[in-house]
């Protein structure tokens, strides 16, 4: 038996609904398909300017989610 250890990355911006009822909804609907929960981490999107520069994006930040799953198969 082979034991496979999934890993699923849900990387939700500003332009995602962010409200508490639907953040509920995706960690139930994971859930409900057997993801467990790892971490969660919010992070400043970045982005290359005019003159070779990186400057982070003003109100771009997204919430990651990061779920495991044990397939086995």
């Known amino acids: 038996m082979v034991r496979t250890l999934c890993y699923k990355v849900l990387d ?3 332009h995602d609904d962010a409200s508490p009822a ?3 909804h995706l960690l139930n609907q994971q859930a ?10 919010q992070r400043t999107h970045k982005a290359l ?11 771009l930040i997204s919430t990651v989610l990061v ?3 044990d ?3």
């Open 67 to 69: 779920f495991k799953r």
């Open 12 to 14: 939700l911006n500003t």
């Open 32 to 41: 409900q398909e057997g993801w467990e929960l790892v971490t969660s981490f």
């Open 49 to 59: 300017q005019v003159g070779s520069t990186i400057a982070p994006v003003l109100g």
């Open 22 to 24: 639907h953040m509920e």
């Open 71 to 73: 397939d086995e198969g």
